[in-house]
C-alpha cells in the first residue's frame, strides 16, 4: 500500500481537539478504504509575520503543540515555518517537506550512515522502498477560500492541487459543488479526497479564544497541558 503523510498548516492558536481529530478522521478513512497507508501526520504553526488576529508568539504555539501532540504516536509538529525569516506561502511548505521526505529516502537507498530525520518525520520512511506520497489535510473551509484571487493565485492553486488535498467536510457543506464549479480545481478533482465529519462540532480556536477572553472554562475543547500552558504565560487575556 502506499505510504502517505499528511500536513497541515495554520495558526493553531491555540490547538483544538478538533486540529488532532482531523487527522484521525483522515487517517480512519483511507486506510479504510485501501487507498494509502498513513505513516506521519505533520502539524506546521504558520510564521508570526502573518500577524492574524489572536496569533500569539510563535514559541507559546509550538509549545502549545508539543504539549497538545504528546499523547499521538504518529501527529508531529514542524517549526520549519516558524524559523523562516519571513512569512513562507502555503505551496512553497509542501515543497520543502516534501523535498525533506525525498532527500532522507535517497540518501536511505544510497546507504548513508550518518542518516538524521526530522523532528517532523516518521521513522517508518526509513522502512519504503516506494516514493511516499505527502497531501495537504484542511477543512472545507480553506477550499472555499482558492476561488479568492487575493488570497491565491492561480498558479498556487493548482500546485495545492497537484499534491493533493484531503478535505474534512462539515456535514450539510458542499464542498464537491465548489469543486465541480471551478476549472482550475475540477481539473485536479481526482486528487482531491472529500470526507464528511458526521459528527457535529463547531469547535475552533476563535470559540477557544471567545471564551478565554470572557473568563469561561475551555476544558475539553483543548488538551490540560495547554490550558495550564496559557494560565501559565497570560495569553488571551486570560
Known sequence: MKGLILIA?????????????????????????????????IMSPVHDALRKPGLVAGTHRLAMLRLALRTSN????SDWELQQPQWTPTVDVLKHHKDSISNVMKDKVEGRRDLVLPE?????????????????????????????????????VETMCSYGLVVISRY????????????VISKYSRNIEVITNWSTNNMSSTLVR??????????????????????????YNW
Open 9 to 41: 498548516c495554520g495558526a493553531f492558536s491555540p490547538p483544538t481537539l478538533m486540529h488532532r481529530r482531523m487527522f484521525e478522521i483522515a487517517r480512519n478513512h483511507l486506510m479504510g478504504r485501501g487507498a494509502f497507508e498513513v505513516i506521519g501526520g
Open 74 to 77: 504518529w501527529i508531529r509538529v
Open 120 to 156: 517532523w518525520l516518521s521513522p517508518e520512511v526509513t522502512e519504503r522502498t516506494e516514493e511516499v506520497h505527502l497531501k495537504f489535510l484542511a477543512g472545507a473551509d480553506l477550499l472555499e477560500t482558492f476561488a479568492d484571487p487575493q488570497l491565491w493565485t492561480k498558479e498556487e
Open 172 to 183: 450539510g457543506s458542499k464542498p464537491e459543488k465548489l469543486i465541480s464549479e471551478s476549472d
Open 210 to 235: 471567545r471564551l478565554l477572553k470572557r473568563g469561561q472554562s475551555v476544558k475539553y475543547l483543548i488538551d490540560d497541558d495547554v490550558i495550564d500552558h496559557i494560565k501559565k504565560y497570560n495569553l
